[in-house]
Structure formats: C-alpha cells, structure tokens
C-alpha cells in the first residue's frame, strides 16, 4: 500500500503565497512521475504541475511563471511553491505519484497513486 499525504493547504488573500507538500510513504520501490492536479467546484481535475516520468516538468498554462514544483526523491516528496496566487487558483489540490508498489520487488506493479486532497483557498 501507497500513502500520499498533502498538507500546507489554506486561505490566502490574492497575491500571496503557500507552499505545498506531499510525502509518500509504503512499500515503494520507484517513482517515475510526481506531481499536483486541483479541482475547482463544477469543474474537472486538471494538472497544476508535474514531474513527468521521462523526467521533465509540466505547468498549466495558467500557472506558469508563478508556481514553482520541487521534488526530493530520496524523499518521495513533492512540494509545490505558489506565488502571486489569484482568486481562479481556488481550489482542492490533490498530490498525484505513479508507483511501483507491492510485497516483494518481484510481485510489484506501477500505479496512480492520489492523496486525499488540501484546499486552497484564494479570497481577500
């Protein structure tokens, strides 16, 4: 079993900043992609920014230039820097992690792995 835990969720007024965090923890024996998704009420859960598994770094659009993913993989961790945060950023943000998990190196099996989600919320 995989456990991804976000925290450092919040409210924020517009132009601030918050700082993410996922810790995952179990039986791991690699991760090749880690990264943050959100869903806003009556919308669809869409990518913030991400570690992709050929080993770059994916951004929304619409947060480009203002948040900023690190990752620590002696760690299995993966933080999400957020600046000059706007109301539209409101959201819960959910750490998401691809997997190799099982009982023995030799039985495991690569999967999507999802935290329970933090809210963000961006209002003055």
């Known amino acids: 079993q995989v456990q991804l835990v976000e925290s450092g969720g919040g409210l924020v007024q517009p132009g601030g900043s918050l700082r993410l965090s996922c810790a995952a923890s179990?039986?791991?024996?690699?991760?090749?992609?880690m990264g943050w998704y959100r869903q806003a009420p009556g919308k669809q859960r869409e990518l913030v920014a991400a570690?992709?598994?050929?080993?770059?770094?994916a951004y929304a659009d619409s947060v480009k230039g203002r948040f900023t993913i690190s990752r620590d993989n002696a760690k299995n961790t993966v933080n999400l820097e957020m600046n000059s945060l706007k109301s539209e950023d409101t959201a819960v943000y959910y750490c998401?992690?691809?997997?190799?998990?099982?009982?023995?190196?030799?039985?495991?099996?690569?999967?999507?792995?999802w935290g329970l989600g933090t809210q963000v919320t961006v209002s003055s």
């Open positions: 570690f992709t598994s050929g080993g770059n770094t």
């Open positions: 998401n992690a691809r997997v190799r998990s099982g009982t023995s190196f030799q039985s495991s099996s690569w999967y999507d792995s």
């Open positions: 179990g039986s791991i024996f690699g991760i090749n992609a």
